[in-house]
């Protein structure tokens, strides 16, 4: 069983930082995608960012040129870089890792961390 653990949440002010931290309790390099989703109360969960096919990023629009994902290898950990933040980033935000053995897939969940944007 996969274990992603997330950290790095809090709350910031409007046009503040935080950075995501998602470690992985096996190499990074046997998932397929990986990343991070999103959902805000009432709101259906959404892509924020992640990887595919190795080193392809895909970014929401809504966080395009503010969120940079990336990833360090040797600590099988994936961050995300949320600058110039607003209201509206205030969400639950999930990593999410998938891995596929032979024709079988496999969806792997963090926990969640809480990001709450306010002033």
């Known amino acids: 069983q996969v274990q992603l653990v997330e950290s790095g949440g809090g709350l910031v002010q409007p046009g503040g930082s935080l950075r995501l931290s998602c470690a992985a309790s096996?190499?990074?390099?046997?998932?397929?995608?990986m990343g991070w989703y999103r959902q805000a109360p009432g709101k259906q969960r959404e892509l924020v960012a992640n990887f595919t096919s190795g080193s392809t990023t895909n970014y929401a629009d809504s966080v395009k040129g503010r969120f940079t994902i990336s990833r360090d290898n040797g600590k099988n950990t994936v961050y995300l870089q949320m600058n110039s933040l607003k209201p509206e980033d205030t969400a639950v935000y999930y990593c999410h890792a998938g891995a596929r053995v032979g024709v079988l897939e496999y969806k792997f969940w963090g926990q969640g961390t809480q990001v709450t944007v306010s002033s």
């Open positions: 096996r190499s990074i390099f046997s998932f397929y995608v």
